[in-house]
């Protein structure tokens, strides 16, 4: 063993034991009381929880969008991951219309593969579902079994029709593929962004709530939920923010359908208030934040099982960048910073607040994720033969946010001068120690791509 994690309680997704672990060559090679030290790194967790690594399923590094590209790029978007505690994310590979899906992603291999430093995956976003159709079941076997498809964002010229999600849900039914939906219903925004656009200048940021109410989420969500459950495909719920949204997912699972949904903190936390204050334009993303009624019943759906996975849906845009809204909600650069922030706020707000256990915790952050999006058994539990990324969680560290201290681009915190007690020890990606007390200490490049399995599922 060339590293062995001495004194900790393994918290896994089902069980929570005292027990050192082993790591030679990447891997956890054993697990056991007073395991032999002889010639390995030590690292003590004595008082400390041994949990694997976070596996944050939506982030939006360096992405090009509203007129500008995301902030936080595949370096340093992966250190910032890797300071708090998460051990893979997976990004998107966005087609352009016209042209192959395939050659997305080779070309956000390109730009991701040297730069990652804790391991990556990608989604493929299908935006031309004509030529996506016939590279889908090789994309699937080259390792990348998950699909984005957006039901907005018509003028960005992603937005899939409801003939071609049909199709695609079709198609997961036989390659074992997964829809990831961005669900909100198109015409209806438009619409009301046609009646508010003029008032845009007395609205302020409170104008993107408006535009944006709960039911064209609602709508969308039943829709591809319904699609999901007629033919028989296999569907993922993305940032979903509504208790009605969460109501209708529920609803579907119900009813047999194979659909999973997935929460943010942004949307468990913070709400459509902040729209009013000063700088309510920073807190701009899609789906809008919602109302405190939202957030208790996606954290009930998180204690029930109707919400499996926590995401961030990282798509950081600094000051300078949300200043392109000049005071018009329209133009706002949609999306916020979340990959530094997302285990602490899970851990002090859901075990910390008394409404998730550990184990829960464990499950929406790594496992249900690895599970659903085919990295299990590789990574997303500690036991033998899983790769050994680990988070060593000092459930006792008080962190205060504070984006100037953080690696983040980004210089504004959705959750500045928050506390939180619950932070990473030490982060370790494949057995090397990345991020140690929150600070970054890996190397750049270390990450590597992980083709994943089809068939995902809980
Ligand atoms: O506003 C957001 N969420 N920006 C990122 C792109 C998306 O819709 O996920
Ligand atoms: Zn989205
Ligand atoms: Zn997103």
């Known amino acids: 063993m060339d590293t062995i994690i001495k004194n900790g309680t393994v918290v896994t997704a089902t069980d929570t034991y005292k027990a050192d672990v082993g790591i030679a060559n990447g891997k956890i090679v054993q697990i056991g009381e007073n395991l032999a030290a002889v010639g390995a790194k030590v690292l003590d967790a004595g008082d400390k ?10 982030v939006h590094l360096q992405l090009p969008f509203c007129g500008t590209v995301s902030a936080d790029d595949f370096e340093n978007g992966t250190k910032a991951g890797a300071c708090s505690g998460l051990t893979t994310v997976i990004d998107y590979a966005i087609q352009t219309k016209g042209q192959k899906l395939m050659d997305a992603i080779t070309a956000r291999r390109a730009e991701a593969d040297p730069k990652v430093c804790v391991d990556y995956s990608l989604h493929g976003g299908i935006t031309d579902w004509e030529i996506a159709q016939g590279e889908m079941d090789a994309i699937v076997e080259y390792g990348i079994p998950t699909f984005k498809m957006f039901m907005v964002y018509r003028s960005q010229g992603w937005m899939a029709d409801d003939g071609s999600l049909l199709q695609a849900l079709e198609a997961t039914g036989r390659n074992g593929g997964r829809i990831c939906v961005h669900a909100e219903n198109d015409d209806a925004i438009q619409m009301l962004l046609k009646r508010y656009g003029p008032q845009a200048k007395e609205l302020g940021a409170y104008g993107h709530a408006i535009t944006r109410p709960n039911y064209t989420e609602q709508e969308a969500i039943a829709r591809a939920a319904l699609w999901a459950e007629v033919t028989g495909g296999r569907l993922y719920i993305v940032h979903m923010s509504t208790g009605e949204g969460a109501d209708a997912v529920w609803a579907a699972q119900e009813n047999g359908a194979n659909v999973y949904a997935e929460t943010c903190p942004q949307y ?12 309510g334009h920073l807190y701009g993303t899609c789906p809008q934040l919602r109302k405190p009624v939202d957030q ?5 759906g998180l204690q029930h099982g109707t919400v499996q996975v926590i995401g961030t849906d990282t798509c950081t845009f600094n000051t300078t960048q949300k200043a392109m809204w000049e005071g018009d909600f329209r133009k706002i650069p949609f999306g916020m910073p979340g990959v530094e922030t997302m285990l602490p706020l899970m851990w002090h707000h859901g075990v910390n607040g008394g409404r998730i256990t550990p184990n829960r915790f464990v499950q929406i952050c790594s496992t249900n994720p690895a599970q659903i999006f085919g990295l299990y058994p590789q990574k997303g539990s500690i036991a033998i033969g899983f790769d050994a990324d680990i988070v060593v969680w000092d459930p006792d560290r008080e962190v205060t946010f504070n984006w100037e201290e953080m690696q983040t681009n980004c210089d504004w915190s959705p959750f500045q001068g928050q506390s939180v007690r619950g932070y990473s020890k030490w982060t370790l990606s494949r057995g090397e120690v990345v991020a140690e007390d929150g600070k970054f200490v890996g190397v750049v490049g270390h990450g590597r791509f ?9």
């Open 450 to 458: 992980v083709p994943r399995q089809p068939w995902g599922d809980l």
């Open 49 to 58: 929880l041994v949990m694997p690594g976070g596996i944050d399923v939506h």
């Open 268 to 279: 468990l936390l913070l709400d459509d208030e902040l729209f009013k204050g000063e700088n």
């Open 296 to 300: 208790e019943r996606l954290w009930t």
